[in-house]
């Protein structure tokens, strides 16, 4: 009984055009997990230690970014407009 791996490998050899749909599919499944960690990892909304850290979004600095595509904002010149808890 074949494998999958082998299965697959034999259908793109009998056609050439499901190379490029594979291609594509996988790049997109690859760069989709890879923002779903970024956000994991570094978005402040997320809280994985909420014993210690229980409001991570209070302890960000003013001239933090944290998004991942900023217009036209210069995150260094923006001053604390928040209060201390």
């Keep these: 009984m074949p494998s999958m791996l082998q299965t697959v490998g034999k259908q793109l050899r009998n056609h050439p ?50 998004k991942l595509f900023a217009i036209n904002m210069d995150y260094s010149k923006l001053k604390k407009d928040r209060p201390d808890f």
């Design 17 to 66: 055009a499901l190379i490029p749909l594979f291609i594509f599919i996988g790049g997109g499944a690859t760069m989709s997990v890879l923002y779903l960690g970024r956000l994991a990892l570094k978005n402040p909304d997320v809280s994985w230690d909420r014993k210690n850290n229980p409001e991570p979004w209070n302890k960000l600095e003013p001239t933090q970014q944290y």
